[in-house]
């Protein structure tokens, strides 16, 4: 990047980290760090702050990989919580400005390496695909992005899908080669090695030529639409659409394994009814929001005759925006359906009215002075190291930890705020008008302390956030117990025990009504 564009003062700390980490001086990073929140706080132009963000998300990386057998658990864990803030902090200015290529590939990139180290792979892939967006032969976004992909048709179920997810990840691969000058040395011998193991399964010619698919049933052009558009943002809970999103992936095909059941269960379908109420909670919060921003030329004709006084802050109400709340507020109830499918199947022996996805991580339920009121067997941090997609689900809910200083999610106090006012207060939506927004920040010059304003074009960030997130923790759900039931069967399988299938029937489409 040309240092011109960027604070000599950035300059001098960015360089200050890179000796440190070409040193592997833990005590020197450790001592930028406090220099380079210093600076934060200090004037900068929008270009060196996102440079600065970078540098600190970085170098939080480096300090793990220095000190990864000097490091206590609790340690490696905040410094990744710190590289995904100052990573994400750099992606918000980079969607907000003009920021130089430059800087926006390696923040991409670097943020999908550390979605994908966490086993969120659906979010890094969407990083990588926007560093591909902007250098389309970039080596390490096109080589990551194989890895990930290969990595991720790992914990499918469905073998149809590892076929295609394989065929994907080989030609990211591949084309990683093609950029000899951003190719590191390491990366060319760990891509080449993923190369190898996909070469041995498959043939030349299949690996050599592009896909074909079948078309989807013709639809109607509504139908279409809204389709189109949830696999343009990657929202099908289908593997299929982090890679693709022509018709073949337009349809939410992911549900629970195969599973190991008692016979004489009479419950042994329980889990599959919950997934079906998970899903579909999501499918329905997806077409709600995909209705609230949909065009229109005039008002629902349910908000007309409804008497409403202007309060001169230009707050908006109508039906389409309260579809975007009720889509905030489902989709936030799937966070403690997840959790509750998890106390359930993993026997971790949480009361009924005490499990959420804070509760789930713990061995006791406490009183606010610390007190314990019971405790219960919590299997589950055992588990989490050997199970990639549980490991998945405990980074999502990071995200969704209200009030903690280390979240990785530097969203989290906006969305905190929303859920508050929803739920105990109220929100006030505000409107564009012409170039200028009336943001959330001029609430002061307003008569009404009772609420909590922000613009319609944030509450829509905000939400499609959401449903990215909770389309992420339902496919880690799925692939969490696709890897249980794995090791049940193999243990089975060493015991010589016969396992008669359970068999799942669809429900009937002309039953949905």
């Not at 990047?1 to 604070?7: G, P, Y």
């Not at 200050?16 to 706080?41: H, T, V, Y």
């Not at 929303?418 to 009336?438: D, P, Q």
Request: charged share 30%.
């Amino acid at each position: 990047m040309d240092k011109l564009f960027i604070d000599k003062r950035v300059q001098k700390i960015c360089k200050e980290f890179d000796d440190a980490f070409e040193q592997k001086n833990l005590i020197r990073i450790k001592k930028n760090f406090k220099s380079a929140l210093g600076l934060l706080n200090s004037e900068l132009d929008e270009i060196s702050k996102c440079n600065l963000y970078y540098s600190i998300g970085t170098a939080h990386g480096d300090y793990i990989q220095i000190g990864i057998n000097r490091l206590s658990d609790k340690e490696i864990e905040y410094n990744l919580e710190q590289s995904f803030f100052y990573l994400r902090k750099a992606v918000d200015l980079i969607e907000e400005n003009d920021i130089p290529r430059e800087i926006s590939l390696k923040v991409y990139t670097n943020l999908g390496n550390l979605f994908d180290e966490v086993n969120r792979r659906n979010e890094g892939i969407e990083c990588y695909k926007k560093a591909l967006e902007i250098y389309p032969n970039f080596a390490m976004a096109n080589g990551n992005l194989g890895m990930a992909i290969f990595l991720y048709s790992r914990i499918i179920y469905d073998n149809s899908h590892q076929v295609i997810l394989d065929h994907e990840a080989y030609k990211y691969l591949k084309k990683s080669f093609q950029d000899k000058r951003n190719l590191f040395d390491y990366a060319e011998k760990d891509f080449n090695n993923y190369c190898s193991q996909i070469e041995r399964v498959y043939t030349k010619e299949f690996l050599d030529n592009s896909l074909t698919f079948d078309d989807f049933p013709i639809l109607d052009e509504e139908e279409r639409k809204y389709r189109q558009w949830c696999a343009q943002n990657s929202l099908f809970l289908n593997p299929l659409n982090d890679i693709l999103d022509n018709n073949v992936v337009w349809r939410d095909i992911m549900h629970l394994p195969n599973m190991i059941m008692n016979v004489k269960d009479e419950q042994k379908m329980r889990f599959f009814g919950l997934m079906n109420e998970i899903k579909q909670e999501y499918i329905s919060s997806r077409y709600l929001f995909y209705e609230s921003i949909q065009p229109r030329e005039t008002e629902h004709f349910s908000d007309r005759e409804n008497h409403l006084v202007d309060s001169f802050d230009f707050a908006t109400y109508s039906i389409y925006n309260y579809k975007m709340r009720m889509t905030f507020r489902s989709l936030y109830s799937i966070l403690d359906k997840v959790a509750f499918f998890l106390n359930e199947y993993f026997e971790i022996g949480i009361k009924e009215y005490d499990v959420n996805y804070k509760s789930i991580w713990y061995i006791a339920k406490k009183k606010a002075n610390g007190k314990i009121i019971y405790k219960y067997n919590n299997p589950i941090k055992e588990k989490i190291n050997n199970n990639w997609g549980l490991y998945g689900i405990y980074w999502i809910y990071k995200d969704f930890i209200e009030g903690k200083k280390t979240s990785p999610n530097p969203k989290i106090t906006e969305i905190s705020k929303i859920r508050n006012s929803l739920e105990h207060k109220y929100l006030k939506t505000i409107l564009t008008i012409g170039e200028v927004k009336i943001l959330k920040e001029k609430q002061k010059s307003f008569d009404d302390k009772l609420a909590y304003y922000i613009s319609t074009e944030e509450l829509y960030d905000i939400v499609l956030f959401l449903l990215k997130n909770i389309r992420s923790l339902i496919i880690n759900l799925i692939c969490c117990i696709n890897i249980e039931e794995r090791k049940k069967c193999e243990e089975a399988n060493k015991e010589h025990k016969f396992i008669p299938p359970l068999n799942t029937y669809p429900i009937d489409e002309g039953l949905k009504f």
